[in-house]
């Protein structure tokens, strides 16, 4: 793969996240958050699973700190997204501080797919940047056009959300572990949901994480080295 | 709402930030590596269930179970991210319609 192949898939992974973000920017509007707010998540938060958690706790009627609290702890992994890049990247401060936006799921992709550091860095930045640009593109389409929906949920906008993270979903569970873990967190949350905020119950389904963790050591479902999930900033 | 989108916002960005500065071996941790590969699993799969079988605490089989379970047909055909979601948003609105 030479330069100009790395930047040109690039593109089209900026272009289909792209067509993500409008599916972001309408639920989130849908979910009650202005056209302004739904952007600045886009801008600011640009991490896509971590978008949508944080817009269907509060569409849900759950409090700030639920809704805080799902979004920054799906945002966890991109740390170790971080963690695998950086000696790729060789950065220094303050371009570290620009490129800590955009490690995102597609960058570090890209970023660890490539076979030296050189086409790593063109991969990380071109893809980082891309995305970047289309998925705030695609927000700010898919907001104003929701505004323009009296009731979303004629057009099923309310079913997209959950869909969206099923997707995602099916990309992370991997191994007898995560199985285990994906079951757990779905009886915690339902069999809490009637009797905490909402919100809460996302937050105490979370620490089914911690429990898939006791017993028996077994083979993880860890992502794979070098492919970090791809279609979620 | 604006709180929230700050406070979430800032919350993502230090973890960004933190990956890209700290040395490895703080968190290279087995424990530490496998409950961050679960972790999203749980929430993933909270969110799910959440967004999709309940309605304030009440929990409740509407329109958008249907359109999980047509995403989660259109998961195992293996069909590209915004299929999912289309079909979904599809089937919710069409089970809508007929049902008034």
Known sequence: MDRTSVIRASIAVGAATGAYGIS??????????????????SLLMFTGGSQFALVGVLGAGGGTAAAVAAAVGLGSRNAFYGLRISPILGLRWPRKALAAQLVIDESAAMASAQPTPELGRTGFWATGLAVFVLWNLGTLAGAAGATAVPDPRVLGLDAAAPAAFL??????????????????AAVIALASAPFVPAGVPILLAAGAAGLGLLGPPARLGLPRRGAPDRSDP | MWTAVLAGAAGCYLFKLAGLSIPDRVLAGDRIR??????????LTALIVVQALTSGPRLVLDPRAAGLLAAAVAVLLRA?????VAVAAATAAILRALTG
């Open chain 1, 167 to 184: 997707a995602l979903l099916a990309r992370q569970v991997r191994g007898r572990r995560a199985w285990v873990v994906t079951l757990l």
């Open chain 2, 80 to 84: 590209p991210f915004l299929l999912v």
């Open chain 2, 34 to 43: 496998q409950l961050a590969a679960l972790l999203p699993v749980a929430l």
């Open chain 1, 24 to 41: 972001f920017g309408a639920v989130s509007v849908a979910a009650g958050l202005s056209v302004a707010q739904t952007c600045a998540l």
